[in-house]
């Protein structure tokens, strides 16, 4: 009788400890995964992108998570290589949802479901 209850107590032990443990996930592994759509018009041809982002993850970084970005002050300068030309007046701009955005790609936080767009645009003088 005696082990019966001894070992009864050390499993109790042996759950009440367990469950007090601290939840090991990584935070990747607890965080919600947003989806959302990437799309760079190069002007030759266009690449799309189902993207995967955090909470508060802002426009510049999901562009610089997935291509090559020359930026300055929060303006992309070239995207993989493809370039603006200030001589032709051609800037890279991008729309959220089919809506210019109206911040800089830094400061513009990215929603689920959001299809983010940039591309080149010539400018008349």
Known sequence: ?????LSLSVLMSLFALAACQPNSKSKVETEENLQ????VDFGDKVDKKEITFEKGDSVMDILEEYYEVEEEAGMVLSID????DASKNTYWLYDINDEMAPKGAEEMTISEGDTIRFYLE???N
């Open 122 to 124: 010539t400018f008349d």
């Open 1 to 5: 009788m005696k082990k019966i209850v």
């Open 81 to 84: 290589g493809v370039s603006q």
């Open 36 to 39: 959302a759509r990437l799309i």
